[in-house]
């Protein structure tokens, strides 16, 4: 069995200041505490550096970069001591969570000394940190993939729609109100709908959670609700008051809270009334900003204003066969990252803390 050794941070680890940033232009990145913020043409760090947020929002934020790099002054950086893993040492970064370590409660701020001092335990075996870094970065690198795979799906759909709807479109074709071709059905004021039991329950989809995904703070309500108030992953959900959005869900199971549609159609297909609701976001955006409200919001009326183009039945199935694919792709994709992002986030902390070994 491989052994691992308790240390600070600072015998694995070289910290260093950053500079003040330099004039934009080129090609080469520069890195504050919340990531790229430009790009310039001289650098003061190479090869693998972990770039570390000093200061800020962005107190503790970990990042790794392996070209060139200017790493500016509200950002440390960090390059490993002989015989150990820049790889392994930033994913342990990250599963510190170094925000915690901050000093100060209204300005946070993270020092060398104060890194330098933090307790660590990591493989005395170079070979074992580069396969646990290995593992976490394969997984990272499907993840990244997948996204990147699913905006260019969404902007093949784009295009397609535009040529079809914009550039392209018939002017024989039928205009119908958005509201007529898709159902909107509002969501349940899930605060008269309380768990029974710790079983009978799920959780509740809000703007918030919309954005940000289910988290453990997020509100529960009874599964014991009438079905079309429950929201499945690859479901179409309208977001019509505050942040106004529209997105193909992509979390967990969950009940659908007020201030949220879920759009479905039993006449039209799902990339039809999904791309239409997103032509017409601009517009409702504006209409929602120009309520006099601390809230602003759009009104069904909204939706009866909002125009579709119809084309024939065939014209129709045709379109389907070729954007309908995409669109399926993409829910699909969006599965295998909820999978993967799990598995990451039950794996990291495993592997940081050497109760799963990795063979090298």
Known sequence: MSEWKDCKLEDVLL?????????????IPIYGGNGILDYGDS???????????????????????????????????????????AKFLYYLLKNINL????????????????????????????????????????LDDKIDLLHRQNKTLEAMAEALFRQWFVEGANENWQE???????????????????????????????IRELTSGITETSDCATSDIPSEYIVETGDVIFAWSASLMVKIWDGERCVLNQHLFKVTSKDYPKWFYLMWCSYHLAEFIAISQSHATTMGHIKRSDLDKALV???????????????????EKQIYNTKQLKTLKHLRYRLLPKLMSGEVRVTN
């Open 43 to 85: 650098y003061n760090y190479k090869d693998e550096t972990i770039i570390i947020g000093r200061v800020g929002a962005y107190c503790g934020a970990v990042y790794y970069e392996n070209r060139p790099v200017w790493i500016s002054d509200n950002a440390l950086s960090a390059k490993p001591t002989d015989n150990n893993s």
């Open 99 to 138: 925000n915690q370590f901050a000093e100060g409660s209204s300005h946070p701020l993270v020092t060398q000394t104060l890194l330098n001092s933090i307790d660590v335990q990591v493989p005395i075996s170079l070979p074992e940190q580069r396969a646990i870094a290995g593992v976490i970065s394969s």
């Open 176 to 206: 119908k109100p958005l509201s007529s071709v898709a159902n909107f059905l509002n969501g349940l004021a899930c605060q008269k709908f309380p768990p029974k039991n710790d079983i009978e329950k799920l959780p509740v989809l809000k």
């Open 309 to 327: 183009l119809v084309p024939t039945d065939m014209e129709l199935k045709y379109m389907t066969d070729i954007i309908q694919p995409l669109i």
């Open 15 to 27: 910290f260093g200041n950053g500079k003040v940033r330099p004039k934009d232009g080129g090609d």
